[in-house]
């Protein structure tokens, strides 16, 4: 029996081998192996008394967190009832480390590892898609404020078609002059536009009044508990639902007064969450944005120098407060919509070069976005994909693919065989990738090239590619050596803002993986950005003084819990 209990373990042994956080634990100060014993202990401690739906404690603590969540700050119209949340019989939740995360989140914000998981340096976000990545009622108190801001809809709003109307924005110039103001008035002309204010100031006290119009709003750009767990209950109608809320806020964030507080605040609030650098996504498609005088005249060129001028905005700030370290900056990855023709993709191909030619700080990489599993697959786009290639290579263009492929639940359909052709086109990174467990050649060659995987743990659940953290593919991917990053996707609709929750599922939902391997991840994200040489080292020096400093904080704060 003791050679039997040898071998098992030197065979686990070899198998963790493989895992990010093993040579990292091997090359660990007596500081940091105290913090992964630190967090080891709190994560097992808080599985039984937290995640444990037998325990009476927690019944309260979930009943009471639901009913925060049932209502939003100021929300008075709330339609989503107890029995949707489960909140009377919170004895049938099936409760566990890395469940649905909307029926998780406030429980989620009152454990210790969140409030560790919060304190760690993050890195980089290397992928969300810039018009989903700050809090709706953040994005909604600029449209208030914003004299120009209007707002229409295809018919008046009603009890009746409250839950389903789709408002749209749009700038409008001062000299403007709107022949209505209320919305929900049975008068109200279709399509006809409203100042915002005067929309939510006169919306009718039967659907609540402005709370009840902000609560109208704000559901249109997020996805809710109930929506994302009953209502839409398949890939397809979650699909729908993330794609209704960006027509939402499409005219809203066309808005360059706007856009220019919603970007400084993606910045900050990134900073706030221990994230160091951001390579948004931006969505190209449409050619022109809003000036405020509501002339559809900005151009992306205008707007590309408006992103660097707001970067150099927030460094410069950070450095008279004597926090330079905090941020080392933004990347734009170009990127249109798998919706257009490949003739119309060479518009795009042009400008992405010409952007990248005057802005070659700013202009990350490019990318086809759009869900995969309802919008044309990449092969449709290679020809064209190949002929820019040439071009970038001609050019001595630092301007790599940087795709999205394996975003599906597919196995060997044209979706999830925009994997096979994003390795052939000689993408840097694959975003999302979902599906690539199921091809072990391409894990192999994904290794072996060092092709790092963006991958949006809550995304992926809130999208029914996955019920739970748990069943999530990530960790046969790490146990297979591919390396990963970890991203969020569309935090402003899913609600998980900055990269705090998303570690958060990643940490609880494995044994194995520690706080030196979620460690390990963060750190990965600099070194697979876009950050040219010199920057990056400069990045990771400052991640590593960081994560050296919370190392520290772990252990005064909590090393008094090894002794229990």
């Known amino acids: ?141 600029l449209a208030v404020k914003q004299p120009g801001m209007h707002i229409s809809v295809p018919e008046p709003v009603t009890a009746n078609n409250v839950e389903s ?86 005219g809203l964030l066309r808005s360059i007064p706007i856009f220019t507080q919603y970007i400084k605040e993606y910045f900050w609030a990134s900073i706030a969450d221990g994230i160091s650098y951001v390579e948004p996504r931006v969505n190209f498609l449409f050619k022109a944005m809003w000036s405020a005088e509501g002339e559809q005249n900005v151009t992306h060129r205008e707007f590309v120098a408006l992103f660097g001028r707001i970067i150099d905005e927030v460094k410069a700030e950070l450095k008279e407060q004597g926090r330079e ?30 952007l990248k030619q005057e802005f070659p700080q700013l202009i990350a990489g490019f990318d086809l976005v759009g869900p995969e599993d309802f919008v044309k697959p990449l092969k449709y786009y290679a020809e064209g994909l190949l002929r820019f290639r040439k071009r970038i290579d001609d050019l001595g263009l630092d301007l790599p693919f940087i795709l999205h492929a394996g975003e599906t ?19 840097k990174r694959i975003g999302h990738g979902f599906s690539l467990v199921k091809h072990p050649l391409l894990m192999d060659t994904c290794k072996k090239r060092g092709i790092p995987l963006e991958i949006c743990p809550i995304s992926n659940e809130l999208l029914r590619l996955t019920s739970s953290m748990p069943a999530h593919p990530m960790p046969m991917l790490i146990a297979h050596g591919i390396e ?49 040489a010199d920057r990056k080292a400069k990045a990771l020096a400052s991640w590593d003084a960081r994560w050296a400093e919370f190392v520290d904080w772990i252990n005064k704060e909590y090393g008094h819990l090894l002794d229990k």
Not at 326 to 351: L, N, Q, R, S
Not at 409 to 427: C, F, K, P, Q, S
């Open 325 to 354: 370290g905090e941020f080392v900056g933004a990347k734009i990855i170009y990127t249109t919509i798998k919706i257009i023709t490949p003739e119309e993709m060479e518009w795009y191909f042009d400008e992405c070069i010409a």
């Open 1 to 141: 029996m003791d050679a039997y209990l040898k071998q098992r373990a030197e065979l686990i042994a070899s198998e963790r081998a493989l895992r990010p956080g093993h040579a990292r634990i091997q090359q660990a100060s007596e500081a940091e192996l105290k913090a992964e014993q630190i967090v080891r202990k709190i994560r097992a401690d808080e599985a039984h008394s937290i995640w444990h739906s037998e325990n009476p404690d927690f019944r309260a603590l979930f009943r009471e967190a639901s009913k925060e969540q049932m209502a939003e700050p100021n929300d008075d119209s709330a339609r989503t009832t107890a029995d949707e949340w489960g909140v009377e019989h919170p004895e049938v939740v099936n409760l566990f480390p890395g469940m649905a995360f909307l029926t998780a989140r406030k429980i989620i914000e009152n454990t210790k590892l969140y409030k560790i998981v919060q304190k760690m340096p993050k890195g980089g976000i290397l992928h969300s898609h810039l018009d989903s990545t700050v809090d709706v009622d953040f994005a909604l108190s």
């Open 409 to 427: 639940l597919g196995d060997g359909d044209e979706v999830d065989d925009n994997l096979y052709d994003a390795i052939l086109l000689d993408t």
């Open 165 to 250: 109307i789709l408002p749209q924005f749009r700038q409008m110039a001062s000299s403007f002059k709107a022949d209505a103001t209320d919305v929900s008035h049975a008068a109200y002309a279709a399509e006809t536009w409203v100042p915002y204010a005067a929309a939510r100031q006169s919306f009718s006290s039967s659907l609540g009044g402005p709370a009840g119009f902000d609560a109208w709003v704000r559901s249109t750009m997020k996805i809710d508990p109930n929506e994302a767990y009953t209502k839409y209950n398949s890939h397809r109608k979650m699909w729908d639902k993330l794609r209704n809320t960006f027509y939402v806020s499409n």
């Open 484 to 532: 990963v990053v970890v991203s969020n996707d569309d935090p402003g609709a899913f609600g998980n803002l900055g990269l705090s929750y998303d570690f958060f599922q990643v940490l609880v939902a494995s044994e194995v993986t520690g706080l030196l391997g979620v460690g390990v991840i963060a750190r990965r994200s600099l070194e697979a950005s876009m950050l040219e």
